[in-house]
């Protein structure tokens, strides 16, 4: 706390040094649409100094009295000049406009020199244009697919949206929505992310010297922005694919003033799979995606913004069965005895499985002088999840009849409401303060059973119902923060940064200090050295014992004996861009991980989640790596080649028990990654995207051989080892011997995907046909590897077998889109 | 939670482009010495499981040398067993010492030294007739507890430290019934463990296991929270653990006493119920033949150490079926606390109360025509 009062302090003693000087002040937005422009550049040509937009748009510059000249100029965008004679604080809003010349013959990737231009190492925009064209699985561009294909991020299983980056777990990721942190951002088991790209603006990603206002996650920040929506004029776009439809609709409500942009998806999966399911089996899988945004301009100062994010993900099986028949008394034979017959039984069982996100909130920008912005943002953020399953049976003969119906509903939930004020305070051109405090209320409500039985039989009715709730888990948690990108001189940036999380669960408090800082070095206009290091830390964890995501992962927070997870990383790289158009990076990392979570042996989140802090033990984790990556950003072909190189281990105390206190690779510890993306643009009306990943394997825990287990009952009972063998039937047939964990190396994977576009103006609209391929020659990638010791049959094999599961083989797909 | 896994395993068959054989490259895990054994302090004969993991199915080691040393003192060497690899120990080792096992085969060694836990104390055990009342077996129907009864258990903790027990609940039956159909007399004796419960305030839930595969769960009066620790409360639903070896800890009573309510159903084979208290009968032969009813309880407190505990609690997972899906979630690697091989040896002290709840009980005869009762054994035999 004293560090963060001597930190103020000097914050307030450099904006008293800026007396003599004025600022201009204002917002940069896109001529044709008035959506902000984040990251734009302003420089003034006469004193050599900068700065960029924020991600609203604003920028602010103090410069001396006197004659100036600024620049305004933003990728993709005609650069614009403004000379004038600054003798007073001055706001000047620029509209840029899209440099249509450069479209017709390039691509640009809008992201020149930002290896060089930014302070910290392992950092990313993503822009829109290069998850549009980044071929997916089923068409389906993607935010975190294309994340997936950066430098340093390592996915799960092929195909799906789960991500690690540099050696962390998949809860390691602060992915945020405007802003709001989403806690489920996948559907179909992790296939979908949530994320609609035509609902997207920008894409910010962060794998190191991580800004002091990020926290809660130790690995990685995706932070995602979406349209505010055009002030000038309607347009969108619709798009049918083979799973899934997109609309996206935005335009004014009142012109310069209020607009709005929705965009919606939703999945038509179940038809198409319907083929390939069971007749008697009535399958339905369905999910869609809302996300609406209403921003209203009340003045240059005052700025509001509603933004709502809805998805819902909705399973059902039924089954229908009447060939059954049930003997039920009725009268009585000669003998006086119950006579008996024979009834059809009408029965029908399913499941039902829901899982939703739920993501309003409400922003207001405010500019309280030429030197602070103000952004006050209040959101909720709801997750649910309900599986239930039902069964029902009822006969009719004569006068007797009997309805039975059981069903039994499994729900989990969180609630988190969250109130965040962010600063920007720009006291000289050398400095950009930003500080901040973000509350959060955590509401996690891990399990709660509901089960109803009703009994009518012979209109006599016997109903009942039963509950049982898991008790809710209530947290708070505070940060505040501090940071500032500090122009030491032309050649010398740094960004010092610190941020104090508290949080509170129960009666018990974690405090966290978490120092941030960087420093790049530009001894030349096109090289630039950068070295950082932070510390981050968290305290909510998933759990989940699969390596695919399920609904019923469940997110809980630390509890007394579980401290907050650390990571402290250190990270240095070097970023060259001579070449025109071209950019060149090598970093490399050192990331050590403390209080990592891992269950104990022989336990797992299957079942287990009662006590689950008594489940998981505390260890250490390093995670080290190099990162390459070449990056071609304008041209006719545009993409990015990138190489990683990296080791992550956990290491556990021996009384913990967790592999016997031995040292053992993370799951995703790939030795060598290569991803090769490609956009390529044949002319105006055809272009082709393709991407190539290689994977060494992932590490898989196998059984090497079969063992003898003991239990309090004795050998026999639990000797599981196939019939006859000690004179029991051993049904669990699975004492496996592991004799460490991750204890096989997958074979290697590689994927190529490809799509091809083709782009036709017609009278109203324009009309793009995208086919594209998922693993184009078909390539028999290892999802999963287990031992089969029992035949189809049951019987046991004499020499158990391993075998490999190829989930993704080549999957065509089309997708036919209209712009208008 | 297995149907959502179910569910995704359908969404593997739609997708999934093969299933093919794979070679292994890996080191060879057979051969590897596992010894395993449950052993009781002050107990006259304890018994040491010896094998070696195999490809298919752990091989019986019958050449093992095993030393027993106590308090840093040989005690016992053991060098024969039967065919299958159990080794008897004969020398007895009380609570607090420390005991190291030493077992060498083909110039392998593993080893195992512990402090065998403290016994628990002012063991006491009282047993009656549970009341009538309803509950909901696993599939959600009702039923009534006409058949049980109530154990109630009470004994100190052994200190305020962090200490594990397990609950130990048996019970012997017989019935010696006269068969009709074939004219002879026979005795059934059945071997059941026993049913599960740690109490808290009046909250009932529990959990039964037979060696029949007959598995219940029962609720009686306010259902538990399912964040109770120790409580195991997860419903049929949600595909819970259940505590099929009755492990707990002390974190409710920490240093102080503790009061368990245990229900046990009334098994003797064939009549999930208590015996009649009277028999009809035609004649005075028939009352020669009436059955005879034995019922024995054997209800106790075992220490444990906490590698134990979770190695038990592991075990619960097994019989649960939790690691049934090891093709999605890979192999689960068990613990071990032998060092240089595998398995664990376990370290008991306990104390035992048998309970004779009937010796060589008959129902009263009473004269007259045999009736259809609920008495279906009896019947069964009497008639057929």
Request: with cysteine; aromatic share 14%.
């Amino acid at each position: 706390m004293r560090n963060i009062l001597a930190f103020a302090l000097f914050v307030l003693s450099l904006s008293a040094g800026a007396q003599n000087k004025f600022t201009v002040s204002g917002y940069i937005t896109d001529e044709k649409s008035s959506e902000t422009v984040i990251g734009a550049t302003i420089y003034d040509t006469e004193t050599k100094h900068g700065t960029i937009t924020n991600v609203f748009g604003f920028y602010s510059i103090t410069l001396n009295a006197g004659k100036h000249s600024l620049s305004f100029s933003y990728v993709g965008y005609v650069p614009q000049n403004k000379e004038f004679i600054l003798s007073k604080d001055t706001v000047i809003n620029i509209k840029l406009s899209e440099n249509n010349e450069l479209q017709e013959i390039e691509v640009t990737a809008k992201k020149e020199d930002a290896g060089v231009q930014s302070t910290g190492t392992g950092s990313m925009d993503i822009p829109v244009d290069i998850i549009k064209h980044t071929p997916s699985l089923l068409g389906e561009t993607d935010v975190i697919k294309t994340l997936q294909l950066t430098p340093g991020v390592q996915q799960g299983i092929g195909g799906s949206a789960a991500f690690y980056v540099r050696g962390g777990g998949g809860d390691e990721n602060l992915v945020l929505l405007d802003g709001a942190p989403v806690y489920k951002i996948d559907h179909l088991f992790g296939f979908f992310s949530v994320f609609t790209p035509e609902a997207v603006k920008r894409v910010t990603f962060y794998k190191s010297a991580f800004p002091a206002r990020y926290n809660g996650r130790t690995s990685s920040v995706v932070d995602v922005r979406t349209k505010d929506g055009d002030m000038k004029k309607i347009h969108g776009s619709f798009a049918v694919g083979l799973l899934t439809s997109r609309i996206n609709l935005e335009g004014p409500i009142v012109k310069d003033k209020t607009s709005f942009s929705v965009s919606a998806r939703t999945t038509y999966f179940s038809a198409v799979t319907k083929p390939f399911m069971s007749e008697d089996s009535k399958f339905g899988y369905w999910f869609y995606d809302l996300n609406l945004k209403v921003n209203h301009k009340f003045s240059d100062k005052d700025r509001l913004f509603f933004s709502l994010y809805s998805g819902l993900d909705k399973y059902k099986d039924d089954y229908k069965d009447d060939e059954f028949e049930i003997s039920i008394p009725y009268g009585k034979d000669y003998d006086n005895r119950p006579n008996y017959v024979h009834v059809p039984l009408d029965e029908k069982y399913g499941t039902k499985l829901n899982w939703s996100n739920f993501i309003p909130s409400l922003r207001w920008n405010h500019v309280f002088s030429s030197k602070l912005f103000a952004n006050t943002t209040v959101n909720y953020n709801h997750y649910k999840m309900n599986m239930s399953s039902y069964d029902e049976e009822s006969y009719k003969y004569d006068t007797l009849s009997y309805y039975g119906y059981n069903k039994s509903e499994y729900n989990s939930e969180i609630e988190d409401l969250g109130v965040i004020m962010d600063f920007d305070y720009m006291p000289s051109p050398n400095h950009t303060v930003k500080f901040g405090v973000n509350y959060l209320y955590h509401n996690f409500m891990p399990e709660t059973t509901n089960s109803v039985i009703k009994n009518h039989e012979n209109s006599v009715k016997t109903d009942t119902s039963a509950s049982m709730k898991g008790k809710p888990a209530y947290a708070n948690e505070l940060s505040v923060y501090a940071e500032d990108d500090w122009k030491v001189c032309e050649k010398l940036n740094f960004n010092l940064g610190v941020s104090y999380t508290l949080f509170s669960l129960k009666n018990k408090n974690y405090g966290n200090f978490q120092p941030r800082v960087s420093l790049k070095f530009s001894p030349l206009n096109y090289l630039a050295f950068k070295a950082s290091y932070s510390r981050m830390s968290q305290c909510v964890h998933l759990l989940t014992s699969a390596p695919i995501s399920l609904p019923t992962d469940l997110w809980v927070p630390i509890t007394d004996k579980i401290k907050p997870e650390t990571a402290d990383q250190i990270s240095c790289g070097v970023y060259f861009t001579k070449l025109k158009s071209w950019e060149f990076s090598v970093e490399g990392y050192y990331k050590k991980l403390e209080n990592v979570l891992e269950y104990k042996d022989g336990m797992s989140y299957l079942g287990f989640s009662g006590a689950w802090s008594n489940l998981v033990a505390s260890g250490e984790g390093v995670s080290k790596g190099l990162e390459f990556l070449v990056q071609k950003t304008e041209g006719r072909t545009t993409g990015w080649v990138a190489y990683t190189l990296s080791k992550s281990d956990r290491e556990f105390d021996r009384s913990s028990g967790v592999n016997d206190g031995k040292k053992f690779p993370f799951t995703y510890d790939r030795r060598h990654n290569i991803n090769i993306v490609a956009a390529f643009k044949i002319n105006e009306k055809i272009d082709i995207d393709m991407s190539w990943t290689f994977y060494t394997g992932a590490c898989a825990t196998v059984t090497q051989s079969k063992l003898q287990i003991v239990s309090p009952d004795g050998a026999d009972y639990q000797v599981y080892t196939g019939y006859g063998y000690y004179g029991y039937y051993g049904y669990h047939g699975n004492a496996s011997y592991v004799p460490t964990r991750n204890n096989y190396r997958l074979p290697c994977s590689h994927t190529l995907c490809a799509g091809i576009s083709f782009h036709k103006q017609k009278k109203h609209c324009e009309r793009i046909w995208n086919f594209s391929f998922y693993n184009l020659y078909n390539a028999m990638n290892p999802s999963f590897v287990y031992l089969k010791d029992y035949d189809d049959y049951g019987h046991e094999l004499s020499e158990p077998k391993f075998k490999k599961i190829t989930i993704l083989p080549l999957i065509p797909s089309f997708t036919l889109t209209y712009k208008f | 939670m297995k149907k959502c896994i179910l569910f995704f395993a359908a969404l593997v068959s739609v997708f999934m482009s093969c299933r093919e054989d794979i070679e292994l490259k890996m080191d060879d895990t057979t051969g590897v010495l596992c010894v395993n054994g449950f052993l009781y302090a002050d107990c006259d004969t304890n018994v040491l499981y010896i094998t070696e993991t195999g490809i298919s199915r752990p091989v019986p080691v019958t050449n093992a040398e095993v030393k027993m040393y106590v308090n840093g003192v040989l005690k016992e060497e053991v060098s024969t067993s039967d065919n299958s690899g159990h080794y008897l120990l004969k020398e007895k080792f009380s609570p607090n010492d420390v005991v190291r096992i030493d077992v060498t085969s083909n110039s392998r060694h593993v080893w195992r030294e512990a402090t065998v836990p403290e016994c628990p104390k002012d063991f006491s055990v009282e047993i009656t007739p549970a009341p009538e009342k309803k509950y909901y077996d696993s599939y959600i129907e009702d039923y009534t507890t006409d058949n049980m009864y109530k154990i109630e258990v009470s004994f100190s903790d052994v200190s305020s430290g962090k200490n594990y027990y397990r609950l130990l609940v048996d019970k012997t039956s017989s019935v010696t019934s006269y068969d009709y159909h074939h004219d002879y007399y026979y005795a059934d004796t059945v071997y059941i463990d026993g049913v599960e419960y740690i109490s808290h305030k009046d909250t009932a839930y529990y959990e039964m296991k037979t060696h029949h595969g007959y598995n219940e769960r029962l609720y009686i009066g306010e259902a538990p929270s399912l964040a109770d620790e120790e409580m195991n409360a997860t419903s049929e639903f949600t595909d819970g653990i259940y505590n099929y070896y009755k492990v707990f800890n002390n974190s409710r009573f920490a240093g102080g006493k503790c009061n368990l309510r245990v229900y046990d159903i009334v098994h003797f084979d064939y009549g999930n119920s208590f015996p009649p208290e009277t028999k009809k009968v035609n004649s005075e032969k028939d009352i020669e033949r009436l059955p005879v009813y034995s019922y024995t309880q054997y209800v106790g407190i075992e220490s444990i150490d906490e590698e134990t505990y979770y190695f038990i609690k592991a075990l619960n997972g097994y019989e649960s079926g939790s690691f049934d899906y090891q093709e999605l979630t890979g192999a689960i690697k068990m613990r071990r606390n032998v060092e240089g091989g595998s398995g664990n040896i376990v370290f008991v002290s306990r104390d035992v109360k048998k309970i004779v709840l009937y010796d060589n009980y008959k129902p009263a005869p009473v004269f007259g025509e045999e009736e259809d009762d609920d008495d279906y054994s009896d019947d069964y035999y009497y008639n057929y």
